[in-house]
């Protein structure tokens, strides 16, 4: 089940605890993959744990130029692009009132305008083969919200929405627009949280303990296999419970 052979999957923020699992978990399902970061170093680790048919391209997403040249810089690799993981995100936080134009422009560039201009690149070619696979990475805080990420939450509440439009459009050739909405991860960032403010948010999750990277990776395996293809406009929520939306 979930069998990817062959297909060709760009992955941003790959370099990252989560982009990092995901190519891992598309790769043992037989995807040719495309990772794509700003941080050199960690891509080139990363492309060092595979065999063949793994390449890496370092691009900064918040430069318009380079988001155009990744693409035509992957499609001359590899021909083209089945899976399109919009991974990569950062965060900018700071009180509403404090919010600088800049905090709330670059995390609005990076985690939702990258993804649509990346989208609106590969889409044509996805509709003229009659498949394709769009994949984005939003958050339980973009359907919640949460102090001090207006400018995240709203770049993650514009990316489950942008999604839907795109799913309702192509939807009769074949592609697929999903959003995937973790809660809390265990990541390095979640490692050096203060034991206090951990057991603050155990308490808010039934299943008491922090997700995987590999939850949020097994949810983009299915998502990008044959067996999701009447899924489409949705938000599947990894989150231990703590959010039921
Ligand atoms: N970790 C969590 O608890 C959590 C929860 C909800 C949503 N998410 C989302 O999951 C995704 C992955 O998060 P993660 O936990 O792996 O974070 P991470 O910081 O480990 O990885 C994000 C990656 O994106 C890359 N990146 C950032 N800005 C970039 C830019 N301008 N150009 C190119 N690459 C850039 C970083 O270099 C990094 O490798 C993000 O979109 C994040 O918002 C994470």
Redesign the pocket.
């Known amino acids: 089940m979930f069998r990817l052979d062959e297909k060709v999957a760009l992955i941003?923020?790959?370099?990252?605890?989560?982009?990092?699992?995901i190519a891992h978990t598309l790769y043992e399902q037989g995807a040719y993959l495309a990772l794509?970061?700003?941080?050199e170093e960690?891509l080139k680790a990363l492309k060092a744990e595979f065999g063949d048919h793994v390449e890496y391209f370092v691009?900064?997403?918040?430069?318009a130029d380079?988001v155009k040249q990744l693409v035509a810089d992957v499609e001359e690799k590899f021909g083209r692009i089945d899976i399109l993981v919009?991974?990569?995100?950062?965060?900018r936080d700071n009180l509403f009132i404090r919010m600088s134009d800049e905090e709330w422009q670059?995390v609005l560039?990076?985690?939702l305008s990258?993804g649509f201009k990346l989208a609106r690149a590969v889409v044509r070619g996805m509709m003229k083969r009659r498949y394709g696979r769009i994949i984005g990475?939003?958050?339980?805080?973009?359907v919640m919200g949460n102090a001090g990420q207006a400018n995240?939450s709203a770049?993650?509440a514009g990316m489950i929405a942008m999604n839907k439009c795109l799913a309702q459009e192509v939807g009769s050739r074949g592609v697929t627009v999903n959003s995937?909405?973790?809660?809390?991860?265990?990541?390095?960032?979640?490692d050096v949280l203060p034991d206090d403010v951990k057991a603050a948010l155990l308490a808010k999750i039934p299943e008491q303990k922090?997700?995987e990277?590999q939850d949020?990776a097994n949810v983009v395996a299915f998502l990008a296999s044959d067996e999701a293809q009447y899924i489409t406009g949705q938000t599947i929520h990894v989150n231990g419970g703590m959010a039921m939306i």
């Open positions: 941003t923020g790959a370099a990252g605890g989560i982009g990092r699992k794509t970061d700003m941080n960690g691009a900064n997403l918040g430069n380079a919009n991974n990569a995100g950062l965060t670059l560039d990076v985690n990258a990475m939003a958050s339980v805080v973009g995240y770049s993650k995937i909405a973790p809660g809390f991860i265990r990541t390095p960032m979640t922090l997700g990277a949020i």
